[in-house]
């Protein structure tokens, strides 16, 4: 059973290009959420979602971030206009859907690690 | 707002030892109380636990949750080099239930 992969591992931008980053959800799992890890500091919840669905995206920055889960394809996370203040890496989770009875623990891929240059 | 905090940062200790890390926390609609190991990866699941008193146990590690003190613990027992890691501690609550909460994290270095 393939966990949750995201790509690419690693991102290299120049400031003002945009980033895209991808995540698959474990097989089974239908709930996503993005959080971004800045040097030194801890995990910070950006944005969750199910297909189709912006579920909760109060820790999104206002401007450049945009996030999407389609119906088909993987969960999307976009920045534009890079900014050096966005390199970090970025986890992707993913749960089964919540209030269900089922299990509802997140379990995060790899991490894409974006430098803005 | 939203609150995790772990204690302590950092911890060094000797194979053998027993651990204890420590969690408090402040969650609005809270729901569970998650423990996380992360190496030079992912977060990998640790526990999860939405009762009081109700000790989760997984080989040499334990964790248990007091929902009126607002507080959880981890331990590891008989610690071992490879599990030196960041154990991290992350309540879900808030609006939409989905949402992780994550404290600093402890360090933990365990020396042969």
């Known amino acids: 059973n393939a966990g949750v992969m995201q790509n690419p591992r690693h991102l290299v931008r120049r400031r003002g290009q945009e980033a895209r980053l991808r995540c698959s959800p474990m097989?089974?799992?239908?709930?996503v959420y993005w959080y971004r890890q800045l040097p030194e500091e801890g995990l910070k919840f950006m944005v969750y979602?199910?297909?189709?669905?912006?579920?909760?995206e109060s820790g999104m920055p206002k401007e450049r971030f945009s996030a999407e889960f389609p119906k088909e394809g993987p969960s999307i996370l976009r920045i534009q206009q890079v900014v050096r203040g966005d390199s970090a890496a970025y986890f992707c989770?993913?749960?089964?859907?919540?209030?269900?009875?089922?299990?509802?623990?997140?379990?995060f891929g790899p991490g894409t690690r974006l430098t803005v240059t | 707002e939203d609150k995790v905090v772990q204690s302590p940062l950092s911890l060094v200790v000797h194979e053998g030892d027993t651990v204890t890390l420590n969690c408090s926390y402040e969650v609005t609609n809270f729901r569970s109380l998650l423990w996380y190991k992360q190496e030079k990866k992912a977060p990998t699941f640790l526990f999860m636990l939405t009762s009081s008193g109700i000790e989760k146990k997984s080989g040499r590690l334990s964790s248990i949750l007091d929902k009126k003190e607002l507080f959880s613990i981890l331990n590891i027992t008989a610690t071992q080099t490879g599990d030196s890691a960041i154990y991290l501690c992350a309540s879900a609550g808030g609006t939409s239930y989905g949402k992780l909460t994550f404290g600093q994290g402890t360090i933990l270095t365990v020396h042969p």
């Open positions: 989770a993913s749960s089964e859907p919540l209030g269900t009875g089922g299990r509802y623990e997140q379990y």
């Open positions: 979602l199910q297909k189709e669905n912006i579920i909760d």
């Open positions: 097989k089974g799992h239908s709930h």
